[in-house]
């Protein structure tokens, strides 16, 4: 079974930084897509970036692209993280981590259909 560990999110002032961790387990695929997304409150699900583990090609939203840094560790295999800077009030919401087995993700059409398993999510909030 699938299971997707979301952890580092909590609150943060505008400019500030978070590190967001997404430990995947029970992959029986040796290639997949991993991607985080956001909900905030009373909007629809975005698709923040991902990662694809056939050659760690990534995307970026361009909401976040600049700030937000995706990545993998190669040590601890399957977990993703999402470095996060220079955070704005904006940038509040839900993230949940997706999982999506023979997926290549480098576009938005990609990420949009990245939604085999996911995650319970974590809270970020940025105050201003």
């Known amino acids: 079974e699938v299971q997707l560990v979301e952890s580092g999110g909590g609150l943060v002032q505008a400019g500030g930084s978070l590190r967001l961790s997404c430990a995947a387990s029970g992959f029986t695929f040796d290639d997949y897509a991993i991607g985080w997304f956001r909900q905030a409150p009373g909007k629809e699900r975005e698709g923040v970036s991902c990662i694809s583990s056939s050659d760690g090609t990534t995307y970026y939203a361009d909401s976040v692209k600049g700030r937000f840094t995706i990545s993998s560790d190669n040590a601890k295999k399957n977990t993703v993280y999402l470095q996060m800077n220079s955070l704005k009030p904006e940038d509040t919401a839900v993230y949940y981590c997706?999982?999506?087995?023979?997926?290549?993700?480098?576009?938005?059409?990609?990420?949009?259909?990245?939604?085999?398993?996911w995650g319970q999510g974590t809270q970020v909030t940025v105050s201003s």
């Open positions: 997706a999982a999506e087995g023979h997926h290549y993700c480098d576009t938005a059409q990609a990420m949009g259909v990245l939604d085999d398993y």
